[in-house]
Structures are given as C-alpha cells and as structure tokens.
C-alpha cells in the first residue's frame, strides 16, 4: 500500500548559514557598524541583542531576508515580544521543527474532510499518509502544498 509521511523540518546547515551571513552583513553596515550586536543560535532559539529597539527591529529585518534568500519559510519560526534591561533590547525566536499536536489533528482532519481516499495518522512529529493508489497520495500532496496549515510542510518517505 503507497504511503508518505508529512513532515515539517528546517535544514540547520542553511539555518547558520543564514546567521553567518546577518552577522558579516551588521559588521560591514554603516549605520549598524559601531553597534553592540548579537545574534546567536542555541538548540532551538534564534536570540538577538542590540542598543536600541529600532536597531533590534532592523537586526530582525537582515536575518528574514537572509532566511528567505536561503528558502527557509519564515513560518517555521514563533517571534517573542521583543524585551529590554537597562541597556539593551534582545528578542527571542524559536525554531518550530516538527509538526505540533494540534496542527497534525488539523491536518488528519483536512484529509478526512476533503474525502480522499486516503487514510492519515499521526506518528510522532509526522503524519503518515496511507492511500490504495499513487495517483490519490498526489492529489494530497498537491492540495497541501496549496494549503496554508501555519508550518512549511515537506513530503518524505514515499514508498509505492
């Protein structure tokens, strides 16, 4: 029986990458040159650091546009209210890999509902996808990549 999983994962590589890149082009800024800057990448959390609310909003700015010319989907990140101390301002963002509980209910539900004839169930932080033909797992795959659940999704592991 064909099946693939549904999975919602970021490439790491292209996500420090990406950083890399923020922290050359803040060092090379002029407006941003003499500016005490961080950014940091540990486990799952993006924290960014800067002087000035303004200057953490354009440190923001720089790193979703290097994410996007990279192809990583600005939906698989949750931005934290930005907070300050006395001297700087820093704001947290986390990665979201996997998909969560409620979004795989979700995503169960859009297959049910839709009336494919295909069955989906959740393993883990994926959903498999088990249907009687190759051509109906298609039509699935092709309505979720048009659907918008909130997180990038990939298809994996197709077996026929």
Do not use: C, Y
């Amino acid at each position: 029986m064909p099946s693939f999983d549904i999975i919602s994962e970021i490439d790491h590589h292209e996500l420090q990458n990406a950083i890399d890149q923020t922290k050359k082009e803040t060092e090379t800024r002029f407006d941003l040159k003499d500016k005490d800057l961080k950014i940091e990448l540990v486990k799952e959390d993006i924290t960014l650091k800067a002087p000035e609310e303004f200057v953490l909003g354009q440190l923001r700015d720089i790193l979703e546009n290097k994410l996007t010319k990279r192809k990583i989907d600005i939906q698989a990140f949750e931005f934290k209210d930005p907070t300050s101390t006395l001297k700087e301002w820093s704001q947290i963002i986390k990665v979201k890999n996997g998909i969560d509980q409620d979004t795989a209910k979700k995503i169960t539900k859009l297959v049910k509902d839709k009336k494919f004839k295909a069955q989906a169930s959740i393993q883990g932080e994926k959903v498999r996808v088990t249907g009687k033909s190759r051509d109906e797992l298609q039509e699935v795959m092709a309505f979720f990549r048009a659907e918008n659940v909130g997180l990038p999704l990939q298809f994996d592991n197709f077996r026929d």
